[in-house]
C-alpha cells in the first residue's frame, strides 16, 4: 500500500493538503482510485 501511495504521489496526483505551491489538486475520490489501481497491478504483476 505504502508502495502504491508513493507512486501515486510521484506521478503527481495531489489533493490539496498534500499540494505544493502551484501544483493542481484532484479529490480524494481519484487519488484513492489512482491508490488502487497501482495495488491491483502490482498484484497482476506478482500472478504473472
Do not use: Y
Not at 502551484?22 to 497501482?38: D, M, P
Amino acid at each position: 500500500i505504502e508502495s502504491a501511495v508513493e507512486q501515486v504521489l510521484e506521478d503527481g496526483l495531489r489533493t490539496r493538503d498534500l499540494a505544493r505551491n502551484g501544483e493542481g489538486t484532484v479529490g480524494t475520490a481519484e487519488v484513492g482510485a489512482a491508490v488502487a489501481a497501482k495495488i491491483a497491478n502490482m498484484e497482476a504483476s506478482a500472478d504473472a
